[in-house]
């Protein structure tokens, strides 16, 4: 069965300070991770996928399959970093690809 | 220049009477998705629909329905709403099914049970 933890609920870091949101999964198979993240007021949208091995607004993620893991990371965390973050999972399977999984979320404030 | 749009926005609903949730999209995308968010949780996918293939997930209870009349409209039925139903109800699109697919969301419906 396909898991994803998100160990930290509430993460505050101040302006300027680097930034480093945990993700841990459970996949037997071959994983597609992903972020999500929703700002105040705004819907829940796509942030970045492993896949594309990307910086998307200063933020990276690397998929570490010996560790299981898929941290997001910003050097310097700025106010409008501010936002509730998602960890995803999609695995592929012999039968197809399996449901987008969700962490419960991190909540990441940076405070100035 | 919404893509994908949720009706209403919030919803209140007496125990035990059916409610219908609304999604529209105009991203023109294969399959769309209904999600269950309760407070704190993370989003739980109840079920999905690609193109008229109905696909639900196993340990969605069968109160909950879905239809998928055309392209752009997928509705969420709750048949006989309890209080453990009140929620975020999100709806979301992906262009296909592949693992890598993006999900597109819409804002969500907040569904009250009194």
């Known amino acids: 069965a396909q898991r994803v933890t998100q160990p930290e609920k509430l993460l505050s870091v101040f302006k300027g300070a680097p930034v480093e949101l945990k993700c841990n999964y459970s996949?037997?198979?071959?994983?597609?991770l992903f972020w999500y993240v929703q700002y105040s007021r705004q819907r829940l949208q796509l942030l970045l996928r492993?896949?594309s091995r990307e910086s998307i607004k200063g933020f990276t993620a690397d998929l570490n399959k010996g560790e299981t893991s898929f941290h997001l990371k910003k050097p310097f965390a700025q106010e409008e970093d501010s936002a509730m973050y998602y960890c995803?999972?999609?695995?592929?399977?012999?039968?197809?690809?399996?449901?987008?999984?969700f962490g419960k979320g991190t909540r990441l404030s940076v405070i100035a | 220049d919404a893509m994908v749009i949720q009706n209403p926005r919030y919803q209140v609903t007496q125990f035990g009477k059916p409610v219908t949730l609304s999604c529209s999209q105009t991203?023109?995308?294969?399959?769309m998705y209904w999600y269950q968010q309760k407070s704190s949780q993370a989003p739980k996918l109840l079920f999905h629909?690609?193109?008229?293939?109905?696909?639900n997930e196993a340990d969605t209870p069968d109160n909950f329905q879905s239809r998928r009349p055309n392209t752009s409209f997928c509705f969420l039925d709750i048949r006989s709403p309890g209080l453990g139903d009140a929620a975020m109800y999100l709806c979301?699109?992906?262009?296909?099914?592949?693992?890598?697919?993006?999900?597109?969301f819409g804002p969500g419906t907040r569904l009250l049970v009194l």
């Open positions: 492993h896949i």
């Open positions: 996949y037997s198979g071959s994983p597609e």
């Open positions: 629909y690609y193109d008229k293939d109905f696909n």
């Open positions: 979301a699109t992906s262009r296909g099914l592949t693992g890598s697919e993006t999900q597109y």
């Open positions: 995803a999972l999609s695995g592929a399977s012999y039968s197809g690809n399996t449901p987008l999984v």
């Open positions: 991203l023109n995308h294969n399959v």
